[in-house]
């Protein structure tokens, strides 16, 4: 198989080549077309596998999609939740380097940092990457709007549950819109609290696994 195969945009696929992608990863190939059929996706894969395409890409090609169908929606469209810092900033960046020359635009948010910046940049973001603490931190402060979020992905979800981030999960989640939204879970294990988590909030999920490569 390979990317073209996968019925992408012409853009998305133009910087796929132009980031040196040859062939989709195992988890890619399965996942992208059923998450391209808006379906809710629960995958066991480890970090290395590619996973971060698996979902970048199909949400890229959902927003641009949507952009040409009618006028551009204004508004956080898509949330992605990592449990680090490393990760946000690498997720961002992928979303940054397969959306280039597009009018989306994807921001990351974390602690550490001021976060006036980030205010600022949440005003014109389609795609939040976001660390929960700092992400509940602007929900406090009305700093940012999550009532348009059309789809939710939780990276490295076992992770978040060891770092004790899993009730911040549940407020998060609390704060979009139930109805209509597309929701990705990703794990590399899948633990009773995280398979609980997933009886919650996954309406019958297509099971994706693949091994490390």
Do not use: W
Request: charged fraction near 25%.
């Amino acid at each position: 198989m390979n990317f073209n195969e996968l019925n992408l945009k012409s853009k998305i696929i133009k910087n796929i080549k132009r980031a040196g992608y040859v062939s989709p990863t195992p988890i890619q190939a399965e996942a992208i077309p059923i998450v391209m059929e808006g379906r809710v996706v629960m995958g066991l894969a480890q970090t290395g596998t590619g996973k971060t395409a698996a979902f970048a890409l199909p949400i890229l090609d959902r927003l641009l999609r949507e952009e040409g169908s009618r006028a551009r929606a204004k508004g956080i469209r898509a949330l992605v939740v990592a449990p680090t810092r490393e990760l946000a900033e690498q997720i961002h960046q992928s979303f940054a380097t397969l959306g280039a020359g597009t009018r989306l635009r994807s921001v990351s948010i974390f602690g550490g940092v001021g976060i006036n910046p980030q205010i600022q940049a949440l005003r014109s973001a389609d795609i939040v990457v976001a660390c929960p603490g700092r992400l509940l931190d602007h929900v406090q402060r009305r700093t940012v709007d999550l009532s348009k979020v059309e789809v939710l992905v939780l990276d490295e979800a076992d992770q978040m549950f060891d770092m004790g981030f899993l009730p911040d999960i549940r407020r998060i989640i609390a704060q979009l819109p139930a109805a209509g939204r597309q929701t990705l879970l990703f794990s590399a294990t899948m633990p009773g609290q995280i398979r609980k988590l997933a009886d919650d909030i996954l309406t019958r999920p297509v099971r994706v696994k693949v091994q490390r490569e």
